[in-house]
């Protein structure tokens, strides 16, 4: 997957923004103010960081090379997702829902209302 493709996924997401705290070349993707996943080069090489379950992470970390647990991120919380290995581009879009989703529920009952009045 490239990461134009998930740019634009991400950003489909309600109340989903852009945001480059760390310099032109890592992109961090917020709702309300709560990052959900990051979009960076390392290496040569594209790849994502995704908010997950800790034991999901786990797995999916034990299933697929191109999953790592999180770089410069609590590993217990979040992976990376190398967009050029293993891991199909259709897994890759549900991850990105899975880690909206996540950080979503987690918000207060205020913001998550809030988002629902974007539609």
Known sequence: MDSKTLEQHLLSYLGAEID???????QVFKVKGKMFALIAERDGRQSANLKVNPVDGEVL?????????????NKRHWITVDLNDDVEDSMILDLSERSYQLVVSKM??????ALQNLK
């Open 20 to 26: 480059f705290p760390f310099g032109d070349e890592v």
């Open 61 to 73: 970390v034990s299933q697929f090379t191109g999953i790592k647990p999180g770089y410069h991120m």
């Open 108 to 113: 207060k009952k205020s913001d998550r209302e």
